[in-house]
């Protein structure tokens, strides 16, 4: 079964600094890898994703993320972090259910929260 | 466009009740999914109709159900509603290439089981 893991509960960061919210996947194939941001009585935001190519994957407001095949993961980056990036990360992967039609897995979320 | 919308985004429940949550998919999406979010838990997907058709659906007792329309508008159901039920429940739409999949959410219903 396709799953994501998704290790901090909680990022603490100052504002300016770079930041890194981390993911690791488990699939069998190819993986088709999100990020999503929800912000405070918000439904979920996509950000960006990777399907195949370049493993640098360039999103949304400033982030990006980086695709490691070696070590099955997917970590989502941004340079300078902004007090407004405080909000709920989701990673998620396409993953096959017996009906053999996808949907998506998502990891637990990880709390990200800038300081000023 | 306008994106994904959610009816009711408040609801208050009694225990043993029933519920119905409402979500218009963004226009031309054919594929409706619905998650419940819990801060125990995160998302875990509940099921998906395409063309008012389940083609899938996650590990969720009997209790809760759901249907798409033919325009695609799609509702779940919630029966004999349990303190466990509360939650925030998003409903998400897909265009459905055959590439990727990447969702649309609507602003989620907050349900409370008292």
């Known amino acids: 079964a396709q799953s994501v893991a998704q290790p901090e509960d909680q990022v603490n960061v100052a504002e300016g600094n770079p930041l890194t919210v981390k993911c690791t996947y488990s699939?069998?194939?190819?993986?088709?890898l999100f990020w999503y941001v929800q912000y405070p009585n918000r439904g979920l935001q996509f950000l960006l994703k990777?399907?195949?190519?370049?493993?640098l994957v360039k999103g949304s407001y400033g982030f990006e993320a980086e695709f490691n095949k070696s070590q099955t993961s997917f970590h989502l980056k941004k340079p300078s972090a902004l007090v407004s990036d405080s909000a709920l990360y989701f990673c998620?992967?396409?993953?096959?259910?017996?009906?053999?039609?996808?949907?998506?897995?998502f990891g637990k979320g990880t709390m990200l929260l800038v300081s000023p | 466009k306008a994106g994904v919308t959610q009816t009711p985004r408040y609801l208050i429940k009694t225990r043993g009740q029933q519920v119905t949550l409402s979500c218009s998919p963004i226009?031309?999406?054919?594929?409706v999914s619905w998650y419940q979010q819990t801060p125990g838990q995160g998302l875990q997907f509940l099921f998906e109709?395409?063309?008012?058709?389940?083609?899938n659906k996650g590990n969720f007792p009997g209790r809760f159900s759901g249907r798409q329309f033919s325009n695609s508008r799609s509702e779940m159901n919630v029966s004999t509603l349990e303190l466990g039920d509360s939650a925030l429940y998003l409903c998400?739409?897909?265009?459905?290439?055959?590439?990727?999949?990447?969702?649309?959410f609507g602003p989620g219903t907050r349900l409370t089981v008292t």
């Open positions: 998400a739409s897909s265009p459905l290439s055959r590439e990727v999949y990447e969702q649309y």
């Open positions: 998620a992967v396409r993953s096959y259910m017996n009906s053999g039609y996808s949907t998506l897995t």
């Open positions: 699939v069998s194939g190819n993986p088709y």
């Open positions: 226009s031309g999406h054919r594929s």
């Open positions: 109709y395409f063309s008012e058709t389940q083609r």
């Open positions: 990777y399907i195949t190519g370049d493993n």
